[in-house]
């Protein structure tokens, strides 16, 4: 199947802990993107990747550090995990140009205890 | 940077009624506008989407409009079906570089009631 694919899709971790989360795509898609979905439900982007470059870094605390090994993988690992990091994260990609549509993964709900 | 309000936050239809759902976005030089559904413990999925050249789309039971003057857009489901009862999000983008980002709305609960 193609898809964005996410793992783990659930993750319950203790205060302080370091965890990651992993994406990939086999769309063939150029960027990707990681987005959290807090309770209210609202998405906000927290970092995009085009061909493995970092092009968007919005205001996310730096214990949040994003990997891309290759266009078709965006993994984000967080370090001292904090109760306010608890929310359900979203991978996505795209293809920047005409068609220009984002696939998002099934998500993974990360709760710290 | 770009600001999208939606609303209403949630709404309730009988089935087989219309659902509308209303976006305003705050930079003019967005040109792209899709629509979200989001059911319960899955990812936002692509339900439709619209580019600033056009005005309106349809898509069978769904059709988006867009008025880049008063920048603001909508989403509206005609002969609503239980399955239709979801979060719906809108967002908007600049579209084309590698820069863009979609920046989306807070999201509309819609529930059908059959």
């Known amino acids: 199947d193609t898809a964005v694919s996410q793992t783990p899709k659930y993750l319950v971790t203790q205060m302080g802990n370091d965890k990651s989360i992993k994406c990939e795509q086999n769309l063939g898609h150029d960027t990707m993107y990681w987005y959290k979905q807090d309770s209210k439900k609202f998405l906000k982007i927290m970092f995009s990747?085009?061909?493995?470059?970092?092009?968007i870094n919005e205001t996310v605390p730096n214990r949040f550090s994003p990997k891309s090994p290759d266009k078709a993988h965006l993994n984000l690992h967080i370090n001292s995990l904090e109760l306010g990091d608890s929310a359900v994260y979203f991978c996505a990609s795209s293809r920047q140009g005409r068609e220009w549509g984002y696939t998002f993964g099934s998500g993974t709900r990360l709760t710290v205890v | 940077g770009e600001n999208v309000e939606q609303h209403p936050s949630t709404l309730s239809v009988q089935e087989g009624d219309s659902a509308v759902i209303k976006c305003t976005y705050s930079d003019s030089a967005s040109n792209y506008f899709p629509w979200y559904k989001q059911e319960l413990g899955k990812g936002p999925q692509l339900i439709i989407d619209?580019?600033?050249?056009?005005g309106e789309k349809k898509d069978q039971r769904i059709a988006v409009t867009l008025n880049k003057t008063a920048k603001h857009f909508s989403l509206h489901i005609t002969e609503t079906q239980p399955e239709d009862s979801a979060v719906y999000f809108c967002a908007a983008a600049k579209g084309g570089s590698s820069g863009d980002k979609l920046t989306f709305g807070t999201g509309t609960r819609l529930a059908v009631r059959p």
């Open positions: 990747y085009n061909n493995k470059e970092l092009i």
């Open positions: 619209i580019r600033s050249n056009v």
